[in-house]
């Protein structure tokens, strides 16, 4: 079973800065991709910032340059590092990871799993 728990949330005046941190639980995987997606009040679910299997990374253009997301070695932990906090960064961040598993010698599939949220408040 998969596990996902994110922490590190909480409030900050503009300008400051959160480190988010997502522990991801799994095993026999041969590929994972993990990234970061946010839910402010009454706007849909929108990505953030991704790190892949293969260590690329991507960001919205609305965090780039502020935000920068890494993982441990061993891919268990996925960070979300944010400076220059804006109160439009204001939401409940959500980690999500996609796994795939050796199936017949190949690794293939695509298994989504996600966090509960931890809540990011930006006050001006």
């Known amino acids: 079973q998969v596990q996902v728990v994110e922490s590190g949330g909480g409030s900050v005046q503009a300008g400051g800065s959160l480190r988010l941190s997502c522990a991801v639980s799994a095993y026999s995987y041969c590929s994972i991709d993990m990234s970061w997606y946010r839910q402010a009040p009454g706007k849909e679910r929108e990505f953030v910032s991704a790190?892949?299997?293969?260590?690329?990374?991507r960001y919205a253009d609305s965090v780039k340059g502020r935000f920068t997301i890494s993982q441990d070695n061993g891919k268990n932990t996925v960070y979300l590092q944010m400076n220059g906090l804006k109160p439009e960064d204001t939401a409940m961040y959500y980690c999500?990871?996609?796994?795939?598993?050796?199936?017949?010698?190949?690794?293939?599939?695509?298994?989504?799993?996600w966090g509960h949220g931890t809540q990011v408040t930006v006050s001006s």
């Open positions: 790190i892949d299997n293969d260590g690329s990374t």
């Open positions: 999500r990871i996609v796994l795939r598993r050796w199936r017949w010698g190949v690794c293939r599939g695509s298994e989504d799993s």
